[in-house]
């Protein structure tokens, strides 16, 4: 019903920054967050940042994972159907598959309903 996909990822340098979009389409329905979660190999799906998507607003609620909390900004363009994740500082320990992900509340922990394909990001040392 809803369709999501992630863009923007890569292979860079520990240190440096990497920026991950997602666009979301087909909904019929109000969506109430939007977010990101990563697996790297051999681990768990992770949680990495929410934003809520409900209004036209130009800022939404934010909330991170600990891992990430500091380095990683998730925003938001409402009129756009898009949301981004900016990824600073980044770690070979942050090396992992990202997806994109929106959910049909706003409540924490945050539940998602559907995914995008998702995109690599690999950290070098």
């Known amino acids: 019903q809803v369709q999501l996909v992630e863009s923007g990822g890569g292979l860079v340098q520990a240190g440096n920054s990497l920026r991950l979009s997602c666009v979301a389409s087909?909904?019929?329905?109000?969506?109430?967050?939007m977010g990101w979660f990563r697996q790297a190999p051999g681990k768990d799906r992770e949680f990495v940042a929410r934003?809520?998507?409900?209004?036209?607003?130009?800022?939404?609620?934010?909330y991170y994972g600990d891992s990430v909390k500091g380095r990683f900004i998730i925003s938001r363009d409402y009129a756009k159907n898009m949301v981004y994740l900016q990824m600073n500082r980044l770690k070979p320990e942050d090396t992992a598959v990202y997806y994109c992900?929106?959910?049909?509340?706003?409540?924490?922990?945050?539940?998602?309903?559907?995914w995008g394909q998702g995109t690599q990001v690999t950290v070098s040392s």
């Open positions: 992900a929106a959910g049909l509340t706003d409540r924490l922990p945050m539940v998602a309903d559907y």
């Open positions: 087909g909904r019929d329905f109000s969506t109430s967050a």
């Open positions: 934003i809520t998507w409900s209004g036209i607003t130009w800022s939404g609620s934010t």
